[in-house]
């Protein structure tokens, strides 16, 4: 059904409310035409991060932006929300909406979750674009440990009623004062505006949730993620879009793709890419999707 939403109203972007897998996912459209591309944003996110990246592959493209279980104004009501129940309702998206196999992109702490969409699913899958991405198993958790650069907010998003406890109330500052600027390697690029709209989402009842479950699943199921690669490696075509994390997307991508893993590197830009740098981002996806549309 149509969605009517509190957040900004974007001209050309329709917004969506879907029932699937036991909760309510909210997605953004545009586009009229062209191959399917499904957006699938990170943390400290939501469909928003996509926002100047959509009306540029809409020109060519019909584009959706989804909100995971738990993040944006998705459903965050009481029930799982590991990588694997997170792929279980892109799979079934893509079927209520009959649009597969889509272009799929996936951002961040998302990478669990397409990944195993794409292994457990290739049938709705025609490609695979990583952007500034990791996996369990692979060293993505490392990042938790802060003895060796990694970084603290991880142990806090996992830890047991702790997020709850310490971010509740305290939104825009985790966000504006911590979240976004530790990472963003572009001033200017993330607004006020933009900052408000995550607090928004993020402000809601358990609006913690979703950023909870992926930080918990993904210290726990790397050796799951390592076998379903050794057993189901990626067969699309996949492009590692690099950023502020350098090489590692694409060192990561080609250890658990079967397939030639493309990169691009976006050089001076930090780790949000689609906030960043949305004309560049969007010139590398349409290349690559114009290329495997041709196959």
Same mark, same amino acid.
């Given at each position: 059904? @149509?969605?009517?939403?509190?957040?900004?109203? =974007?001209?050309?972007?329709?917004?969506?409310?879907?029932?699937?897998?036991?909760?309510?996912?909210?997605?953004?459209?545009?586009?009229?035409? %062209?191959?399917?591309?499904?957006?699938?944003?990170?943390?400290?996110?939501?469909?928003?991060?996509?926002?100047?990246?959509?009306?540029?592959?809409?020109?060519?493209?019909?584009?959706?932006?989804?909100?995971?279980?738990?993040?944006?104004?998705?459903?965050? %009501?009481?029930?799982?929300?590991?990588?694997?129940?997170?792929?279980?309702?892109?799979?079934?998206?893509?079927?209520?909406?009959?649009?597969?196999?889509?272009? =799929?992109?996936?951002?961040?702490? /998302?990478?669990?979750?397409?990944?195993?969409?794409? /292994?457990?699913?290739?049938?709705?899958?025609?490609? =695979?674009?990583?952007?500034?991405?990791?996996?369990?198993?692979?060293?993505?958790?490392?990042?938790? @440990?802060?003895?060796?650069?990694?970084?603290?907010?991880?142990?806090?998003?996992?830890?047991?009623?702790?997020?709850?406890?310490?971010?509740?109330?305290?939104?825009?500052?985790?966000?504006?004062?911590?979240?976004?600027?530790?990472?963003?390697?572009?001033?200017?690029?993330?607004?006020?505006?933009?900052?408000?709209?995550?607090?928004?989402?993020? /402000?809601?009842? @358990?609006?913690?949730?979703?950023?909870?479950?992926?930080?918990?699943?993904?210290?726990?199921?790397?050796?799951?993620?390592?076998?379903?690669?050794?057993?189901?490696?990626?067969?699309?075509?996949?492009?590692?879009?690099?950023?502020?994390?350098?090489?590692?997307?694409?060192?990561?991508?080609?250890?658990?793709?079967?397939?030639?893993?493309?990169?691009?590197?976006?050089? %001076?830009? %930090?780790?949000?890419?689609?906030?960043?740098?949305?004309?560049?981002?969007?010139?590398?996806?349409?290349?690559?999707?114009?290329?495997? @549309?041709?196959?």
């Amino acid at each position: 059904m @149509d969605a009517t939403l509190p957040g900004p109203a =974007l001209a050309g972007i329709s917004h969506h409310l879907v029932e699937v897998n036991g909760t309510q996912l909210h997605y953004a459209a545009a586009g009229a035409g %062209g191959s399917p591309v499904l957006l699938v944003h990170g943390f400290p996110e939501s469909w928003w991060t996509f926002h100047k990246v959509i009306p540029l592959l809409a020109e060519s493209h019909r584009v959706f932006a989804v909100d995971l279980r738990g993040f944006g104004d998705s459903g965050s %009501g009481p029930g799982e929300y590991d990588s694997r129940t997170s792929a279980e309702d892109l799979h079934l998206l893509i079927e209520q909406l009959g649009v597969g196999p889509v272009h =799929l992109t996936g951002q961040d702490i /998302s990478g669990a979750t397409v990944f195993r969409l794409a /292994s457990a699913h290739p049938q709705d899958v025609r490609s =695979l674009t990583a952007i500034e991405m990791g996996l369990p198993g692979f060293g993505l958790e490392r990042l938790a @440990d802060i003895t060796h650069g990694g970084t603290w907010h991880i142990g806090l998003l996992a830890a047991p009623g702790i997020p709850e406890m310490l971010l509740t109330g305290r939104e825009r500052e985790f966000l504006g004062q911590f979240a976004f600027p530790a990472l963003n390697g572009t001033p200017g690029a993330i607004t006020d505006a933009d900052i408000e709209e995550f607090a928004r989402t993020y /402000s809601r009842p @358990d609006g913690w949730r979703g950023a909870i479950g992926l930080y918990r699943s993904m210290l726990t199921e790397g050796p799951e993620i390592k076998a379903l690669a050794d057993s189901h490696a990626l067969t699309a075509p996949v492009l590692a879009v690099g950023a502020g994390g350098g090489a590692f997307t694409a060192g990561t991508m080609s250890q658990a793709a079967a397939t030639e893993v493309s990169s691009v590197s976006l050089d %001076g830009v %930090g780790h949000y890419a689609a906030m960043e740098a949305p004309e560049a981002l969007a010139e590398a996806i349409l290349e690559f999707v114009g290329k495997v @549309d041709a196959l």
